[in-house]
Nanobody, 126 residues
Framework: EVQLEESGGGAVQAGGSLRLSCVDS????????VAWFRQAPDTEREAVAL????????QYGASVNGRFTASRDNAKNTLYLQMDNLRPEDTAQYYC???????????????????WGQGIQVTVSA
């Protein structure tokens, strides 16, 4: 069982930055996918960053590539999402998710991930 808890959300103006944190319960090893998803009202849940533990290889969603950076501090059991140059369209509920990795890549489908945090709101004003 993996427990996840997000923090660091809030409100910011366009062009600003936020850093989200996702602390896990310590059961994530080098063969996991840990991901950030987001969901705005009346939209599908969207993969933002897919992080492969062990290698640190990260895949980013097209809408955030070049602006968001995921990283992990293994000593703190924490995955971060640094979000720079934020846009109003980044406004959403952000979720951390985790799953044991079953292939060389981390899937972008939310259905792959059995473990989820409660989510945290990010609001970007124009």
């Amino acid at each position: 069982e993996v427990q996840l808890e997000e923090s660091g959300g809030g409100a910011v103006q366009a062009g600003g930055s936020l850093r989200l944190s996702c602390v896990d319960s310590g059961n994530i090893n080098v063969n996991y996918c840990v991901a950030w998803f987001r969901q705005a009202p009346d939209t599908e849940r969207e993969a933002v960053a897919l992080f492969k533990t062990g290698t640190g290889f990260t895949q980013y969603g097209a809408s955030v590539n070049g602006r968001f950076t995921a990283s992990r501090d293994n000593a703190k059991n924490t995955l971060y999402l640094q979000m720079d140059n934020l846009r109003p369209e980044d406004t959403a509920q952000y979720y951390c998710a985790a799953a044991p990795r079953t292939s060389q890549t981390c899937p972008g489908s939310s259905s792959f991930y059995p473990y989820w945090g409660q989510g945290i709101q990010v609001t970007v004003s124009a």
